[in-house]
């Protein structure tokens, strides 16, 4: 922290004097001599579930001769929902990979720095506390899709994963504050544009799948025009038309399109590979759940909103920004492409 203040500001921790119970308190003192004091918890794992205790925690801590302690969250490493949690609320945090937010009236005072967007220190097997994998995307595409309130054992034939698997992402999904159970009752609460978000660091267009680059030398129209007449291939649209056709953010430049095959795909569509320059961008899903819901839409076949967001968010070029502008949309029409 002291690295990244503004010259003449300087940071102290305290070395004698700090009260059992607190891990921390460090003093931040401005060029003119203003003062704040940072009460800080110090955790080696953070859980977003678990903030809501922690800052509880922070809160009822009390200095004397200090009237509005600042409260802050320390840790090792904090991901990227732990962080979001924090800032809505004002809450100071700091990790060892340089993710940084200090945000303070008296004296006046706002600092923030990225570090690292995944764990450095996430050990070896089965991954943990990631929605990496085939059974994550199903379970996190149904609870984006279908807007009733499921049971688990409903979410399990909704998505297609396994028992042990559904339970394993829904247990993350809680403790990432992105869904709400009650003992025994069904899902509720699902916050599935934060959802789609974090599954967007776990999943990518580019990151999660083999993907061709070809060229249609007559452009996206001709394209999208042979691809109508097509009717013995499965593919999907994503991305820019699967976007576009719902909140137009500009010409589509790019077309993204999973397919089973990308070398049948190529012939029956006459495209040319290329290294640059490329319009069309074919992909061969790992992760069939591409294919689940889609629609059908002027004689073309298109993944659902959810899939689209998340492969902009994670696309190439503008992608991502049109991938925010699909979720806008999204949050405006939700009753629209939720079932």
């Known amino acids: 922290m002291q690295d990244r203040l503004p010259p003449g500001w300087t940071i102290d921790l305290a070395q ?128 984006a899709d279908i807007a009733r ?33 009650d003992p025994g009752g069904p899902l509720v609460d699902v916050e599935w544009r934060r959802m789609l978000e974090r599954w967007s660091e776990d999943y990518g267009f580019q990151r999660s799948n083999i993907v061709t680059a070809f060229l249609n030398p007559r452009g996206l129209p001709a394209f999208q025009e042979t691809l109508r007449g097509i009717h013995d291939m499965r593919y999907a649209l994503t991305g820019s038309l699967a976007a576009h056709r719902l909140a137009p953010y500009a010409p589509a430049k790019l077309a993204m399109v999973y397919v089973d095959d990308v070398d049948q795909a190529a012939e029956q569509l006459k495209l040319r590979p290329v290294d640059s320059g490329a319009n069309v961008l074919l992909a061969r899903g790992k992760y069939d759940v591409v294919f689940d819901r889609t629609v059908q839409d002027g004689g073309l076949i298109y993944v659902t909103p959810s899939q689209a967001a998340v492969d902009l968010l994670t696309g190439p070029g503008r992608s991502p920004a049109e991938g925010k502008e699909l979720l806008d949309w999204m949050e405006k029409h939700e009753r629209s492409w939720r079932r």
């Open 16 to 143: 004698h004097g700090v009260p059992r119970r607190i891990d921390g308190i460090a003093e931040l003192t401005a060029p003119d001599g203003t003062k704040a004091v940072l009460l800080i918890e110090a955790k080696r794992s953070v859980v977003t579930s678990d903030l809501a205790a922690i800052l509880d925690q922070l809160r009822s801590y009390s200095l004397p001769h200090v009237d509005h302690p600042v409260p802050m969250l320390a840790g090792r490493y904090i991901g990227p929902s732990a962080r979001a949690w924090l800032e809505e609320r004002g809450v100071s945090y700091a990790d060892a990979t340089g993710n940084i937010h200090i945000q303070l009236e008296r004296p006046a005072m706002y600092l923030h720095d990225r570090g690292a967007d995944r764990d450095p220190w996430r050990g070896p097997g089965r991954p943990r506390g990631t929605l990496q994998g085939h059974p994550a995307a199903r379970v996190v595409r149904a609870l």
């Open 149 to 181: 309130p499921m049971t688990v054992p409903e979410l399990v034939r909704e998505s297609g994963a396994s028992t042990g698997a559904t339970y394993r992402v829904v247990d993350f999904l809680k403790g990432e504050t992105l869904v709400r159970r």
